[in-house]
T-cell receptor, first 115, second 111 residues
Framework: DGGITQSPKYLFRKEGQNVTLSCEQNLNHDAMYWYRQDPGQGLRLIYY???????QKGDIAEGYSVSREKKESFPLTVTSAQKNPTAFYLC??????????????FGEGSRLTVL | AQSVTQPDIHITVSEGASLELRCNYS??????LFWYVQSPGQGLQLLLK??????LVQGIKGFEAEFKRSQSSFNLRKPSVHWSDAAEYFC?????????FGQGTELSVKP
């Protein structure tokens, strides 16, 4: 079945360590997104990519980095510079630009806890 | 910049009662509007969307929403709530291919 796979589902790390969250999609979607979710704050956009080898910062990019070397993959690295990394992270994708109405398809999320 | 406001952080309704979740947006032109639902620890699932045309849109799981341009609103409704509807609901508007989300409304359902 087509979909978006995020891994790992749960991740624990010590302060000061970089961690990388995986996001893979087999929907043939051009655009991919990373959102951060905190209780009572909705979803905030971290980074997005409309096409391979290109990405843009969202509203809260500081302390995060991404790459988009393949259409199917959009990994997110939470660096030690991120002051409060404990959160639920959601990856999403959207159809090719010509068919893009803004609808997003979401993975099941990764919960990162920094100890 | 566009924004989305969901005035109710938490709503509790009895099973079988009707439901209305409020959403207001700020946008100059006709927006693309969405409602998503999220079960605990899960990703978001699209309930319904509005692009143009009929202002009353039907979605999955018996939900509907009405776009009211004069009120800048896109409220979500369901005539009879089921216990399985307990979840968090997010309204969103499309801004240049990106979705801007409201803060969410958590729905609890009493037996």
């Amino acid at each position: 079945d087509g979909g978006i796979t995020q891994s790992p589902k749960y991740l624990f790390r010590k302060e000061g360590q970089n961690v990388t969250l995986s996001c893979e999609q087999n929907l043939n979607h051009d655009a991919m997104y990373w959102y951060r979710q905190d209780p009572g704050q909705g979803l905030r956009l971290i980074y997005y990519s409309q096409i391979v080898n290109d990405f843009q910062k969202g509203d809260i990019a500081e302390g995060y980095s991404v790459s988009r070397e393949k259409k199917e993959s959009f990994p997110l690295t939470v660096t030690s510079a991120q002051k409060n990394p404990t959160a639920f992270y959601l990856c999403a994708s959207s159809p090719p630009f010509y068919a893009n109405t803004g609808e997003l398809f979401f993975g099941e999320g990764s919960r990162l806890t920094v100890l | 910049a566009q924004s989305v406001t969901q005035p109710d952080i938490h709503i509790t309704v009895s099973e079988g009662a009707s439901l209305e979740l409020r959403c207001n947006y700020s946008y100059g032109a006709t927006p693309y509007l969405f409602w998503y639902v999220q079960s605990p620890g899960q990703g978001l699932q699209l309930l319904l969307k509005y692009f143009s045309g009929d202002t009353l849109v039907q979605g999955i799981k018996g939900f509907e929403a009405e776009f009211k341009r004069s009120q800048s609103s896109f409220n979500l409704r369901k005539p009879s709530v089921h216990w399985s509807d307990a979840a968090e609901y997010f309204c969103a508007v499309n801004q240049g291919g990106k979705l801007i989300f409201g803060q969410g409304t958590e729905l609890s359902v009493k037996p």
